[in-house]
């Protein structure tokens, strides 16, 4: 709620390492400046910041400056442009700058031109809701009355857990549309669309909160196909699911989980059982 409204300056920030940043200024003090970078909230002291520039504006970005010392004992630093047989391109404050490879004493040039902020930075009481969406593709078994006739199930799905259905600091509300469809076994053929509203809440033994569980209820349109006859019907469905949720590369994430979905069927109830990767993006 601190970040929501608070006032958001879009700059230019580089830290005394070289890394810049191109990010949004949502507080400042003597001590330190408050950051939003790729939806993450980090404090960083002012001692590690060497310039903020609020004349760059932009998508959140980052970059790493080249050193160089000439013979001359002239200093630039800049962000390297490209490398040629004798010279070096650099952009400078001043603009682009050719250097030739001959004047140069001494270089310092990033292997990896892609910069991160350091996680010590990182402050997570603060961190901004976050708006997630993705897929999952699943496979499962069927358990009990169509464990025979319906022994191998595959599954898709798309899902939405958006920032304002967020309940604390751990439980999150989302959306999702899962279809299944049976195969193998008997000449009977099964498919399931499920519309359904579940509680997501991450759990673990530290602030990152590495693992989750997810418990959801909705309407299952179930249909069944046996040689020439279609039954169908509209039953409750439930699912659950434990897993894994550590895998992230700036706003993407990846979740494995054991999942049980089960439908209330009046006839014959049944359940699946399985394995699901979700793939998704923090907004």
Not at 66 to 88: N, P, Q
Request: hydrophobic share 35%.
């Amino acid at each position: 709620m601190l970040c929501l409204s608070s006032p958001l300056l879009a700059a230019d920030l580089l830290l005394s390492n070289g890394d810049g940043f191109i990010l949004d200024v949502v507080s400042e003090d003597e001590r330190a400046i408050t950051v939003s970078w790729k939806n993450r909230i980090y404090v960083i002291p002012r001692s590690e910041i060497l310039k903020v520039d609020a004349s760059r504006k932009g998508p959140h970005t980052s970059y790493r400056t080249s050193h160089f010392l000439l013979k001359d004992s002239t200093s630039i630093r800049g962000v390297l442009a490209e490398e040629k047989e004798t010279s070096y391109t650099v952009k400078t404050d001043l603009g682009y700058l050719d250097i030739d490879k001959s004047r140069i004493k001494n270089s310092k040039i990033p292997q990896d031109q892609d910069a991160k902020l350091p996680l010590e930075f990182l402050s997570e009481k603060l961190t901004q809701p976050e708006t997630k969406w993705g897929g999952s593709l699943s496979t499962y078994g069927g358990i009990g009355s169509i464990a025979n006739s319906a022994p191998l199930w595959l599954s898709g799905s798309m899902f939405i857990e958006p920032a304002y259905f967020r309940l604390g600091e751990r439980n999150q509300l989302g959306i999702r549309v899962d279809a299944l469809g049976s195969s193998g076994g008997t000449n009977t053929r099964y498919s399931v669309l499920m519309p359904e509203i579940y509680l997501f809440r991450g759990f673990g033994f530290s602030e990152e909160r590495n693992f989750y569980l997810s418990i959801g209820l909705g309407p299952a349109a179930v249909q069944s196909k046996s040689g020439g006859e279609t039954q169908s019907g509209i039953v409750p469905g439930a699912h659950l699911e434990i897993g894994y949720q550590g895998w992230r590369w700036d706003t993407s994430f990846l979740r494995i989980g054991g999942k049980v979905l089960c439908f209330a069927d009046a006839t014959s109830p049944f359940c699946t059982a399985g394995l699901e990767f979700s793939f998704g993006a923090r907004l």
